[in-house]
C-alpha cells in the first residue's frame, strides 16, 4: 500500500484557488436570489476567500473576474489580498455581456468588434502584469444559432488570429489557458466546443497556450478522465475549473454530482504527474441558493477527499493486475480506494496544520456570517446569472 506519511505530505501541498465571483450574489438566467452578507467589492470578496483558506488552509489564491473585479490600483488589491494570507490568481476575462458581443467577441464577422475583445484581452495581460498573476483564462461565448448564420471556418481564422496576438503579449512566466464548452449560449456551433478544438488551438500557439477542463463543459457520459489523461500525456494540461452538475452546465459543488468522477479525474492526474503547481486547481461555481462560504469550504474538502482517495490507490498491485489481464483484480484495486473513508485522514492533516479537523463547524463557530450580515448592508455586487 501507498505509504501513508507521504500521502499526507502531498495533501498538504494542496492547492485550491476559489472564484471571487462565488462569493457574490448570483443565480441562474431566472433569477438571482440575493443573500445577507456578501461581498460589495472586491476586497470584501478577499475577506471572505480569506475566511476559507483559513478554515482548510488549501485555497490560497483567488481568481479575479475583469470587469466584476475591476479597481483603480491593482497592485494595491494584490497588496490587500497579501495582507489577509492569499496571493491574486487567474485573471478571467469577459467577452460575452455587452451588446456588442450578440454575434460574437474574437469571432465576430465585424472587424471593430473584434477589436474592442481584443483589447480588453490586453487590459487583462496589462492586469496581471500588475498583480503578478501568472493566468489568463480564456472562455468565449462566440458562436452561431442557426446554419449559415456565419462562416464556420472563417470564425476559426479569426478566433486564431485573436489568440496568437494575445499569446505575443503574454510574459515569458505567463500562460493562456483556454477553456471550452459544449454548448450554451450558442446553440448551432460553439466556437470551442471541446478539448480538441481547445488543443488544437493551444498547441499552434506553443507552449504557454495549455487547455482548461471545466469538469461541467461535456456531453453526458464524455469520459472526462480520458481527456485529462490525455492532455497530461501532451503536457497541454493548464489546470481545472471544478464544478458539477446533473444534466447541463449547472456550476454546482464539486462533487456533488458525481463524487466517483472526481476521484477518477483526481486519480489521472496524480497518475500523469499533474498534481503540481503548473496544473491549476480552480473553482468555477455558482452558489444559488446556498450560503456562498460554507459551499466553497465544501467544494475545496471534496476536492481534497477525492485526491486522497486517488493518492490511496496501491498503485503496483493495480499494474500488477493490469499486466496479468485480470480485469476484476484491477477494478477493486481502484474500488478499493475510493471506498475507503478518508475524512479521518483530512482531520488528521488539518490538525497537524494547526487547523480545527471540521472546517465547516470551525467556520460556523467563527461568527463570521452573522458579521458580515450585519455590517454588509446594501450595494450588493451581482455574479453569473446577473
Known sequence: MTELAAVKAALKTQAVETPSWAYGNSGTRFKVFAQPGVPRSPREKLDDAAQVHAHTGAAPSVALHIPWDRVEDYAALAGYAEERGLRLGTINSNTFQDDDYKLGSVCHPDATVRRKALDHLFECVDIMDATG???LKLWFADGTNYPGQDDIRER?????EALAQVYERLGDDQRMLL??????????????PDWGTAYAHCLKLGPKAQVVVDTGHHAP???IEFIVATLLRERKLGGFDFNSRFYADDDLMVGAADPFQLFRIMYEVIRGGGFAPDVAFMLDQCHNIEAKIPAIIRSVMNVQEATAKALLVDRDALAAAQREGDVL???AVIMDAYNTDVRPLL?????ELGLDGDPVAAYHRSGWAGKIAAERVGGEQAGWGA
Open 133 to 135: 498573476s501568472k493566468d
Open 156 to 160: 476559426q481564422d479569426r478566433l486564431a
Open 179 to 192: 477553456e471550452y464548452k459544449f454548448f450554451e449560449p450558442a446553440f448551432y456551433t460553439t466556437d470551442v
Open 221 to 223: 457520459g464524455t469520459n
Open 329 to 331: 483484480a484491477a477494478n
Open 347 to 351: 482531520r488528521e492533516v488539518r490538525e
